[in-house]
């Protein structure tokens, strides 16, 4: 099979660390192809910043899934940053899986321990987070959120910076918290679990890992794609201004569930 992999950030040092994780994680008849948004800020930190994420991480998508038979069948898209900007949204946008590491992170924690706990590379971010473990259903397993809390040198370095900071936190969220499993939450920390493997008294799940992982097996479900229901396709109705691969890919997306107009009640 073959996964997108996307960066919603602009950096370049973390799309490495992305890439190098889930090509360590992927199965062998897994190709990956591997982006970084064309847009966007240094790294996600804020619902806001992942607004304008989310955007970038759709241009991709539509490059790669927008019905041009000449380009590369995608199986499945994983959006790599923690918070999966743009999620769920851009699960209406085509009709391979799109798989958000938060949801494999959390997904993944969830079936290996009953309370876990995320562990983030900055104190700004956690309320985000926290929003999204709501939105998944599942704060009452939450066990904490533990965050650096001092200034990062640079996006690519943080698990080189603090590391020890980083080990400490998720002891404690074991020890203090009560987390039956930690997540190393956010793509600059890819690869981290595998290091610190067997100093961490409970099973560490890595994002990056776990979004390519369950994103290989909801492909080989080979369940269908959402012709109905919530995240069906955009009804067709006029637009302007999208880029010429955003429009081809929900003209495409919607031809393919055979979605019509929407009908406008008389008198509006």
């Not at 920390?189 to 099973?203: D, H, K």
């Not at 560490?204 to 097996?217: F, K, L, P, Q, W």
């Not at 067709?236 to 999208?242: D, Q, S």
């Amino acid at each position: 099979m073959k996964l997108l992999v996307i960066n919603p950030n602009i950096s370049a040092d973390v799309t490495a660390l992305i890439d190098a994780e889930a090509r360590r994680s992927a199965g062998t008849d897994t190709e990956l192809i591997v982006r970084t948004a064309g847009h966007g800020v240094e790294y996600i930190e804020t619902r806001f910043e992942a607004l304008i994420a989310a955007g970038a991480v759709a241009e991709i998508i539509a490059e790669h899934c927008g019905g041009d038979p000449a380009a590369d069948q995608i199986d499945g898209v994983v959006v790599a940053a923690f918070g999966d900007p743009g999620m769920p949204a851009l699960k209406e946008l085509t009709d391979v899986p799109v798989i958000g590491i938060t949801e494999a992170a959390l997904v993944a924690a969830a079936l290996q321990g009953q309370r876990f706990s995320i562990i983030a590379i900055s104190d700004r971010i956690t309320a985000w987070y926290r929003d999204c473990v709501e939105h998944f259903g599942l704060g009452s397993r939450l066990a904490s959120i533990r965050s650096i809390n001092q200034s990062l040198n640079g996006i690519g370095t943080v698990q080189q910076d603090f590391k020890e900071t980083l080990l400490a936190l998720s002891r404690q969220a074991v020890a203090e918290d009560g987390a039956d499993v930690v997540i190393l939450a956010g793509a600059p920390l890819a690869g981290l679990a595998r290091e610190l493997e067997g100093q961490i008294p409970v099973p560490v799940v890595d994002g990056i890992s776990a979004g390519i992982r369950m994103t290989e097996a909801v492909v080989a479900l080979q369940s269908g794609f959402h012709r109905q229901g919530a995240f069906a396709p955009p009804p067709v109705k006029n637009r302007r201004g999208l880029s010429e691969n955003l429009d081809a890919a929900l003209t495409a997306i919607q031809a393919a569930a055979g979605v019509t107009a929407n009908a406008v009640p008389a008198g509006k």
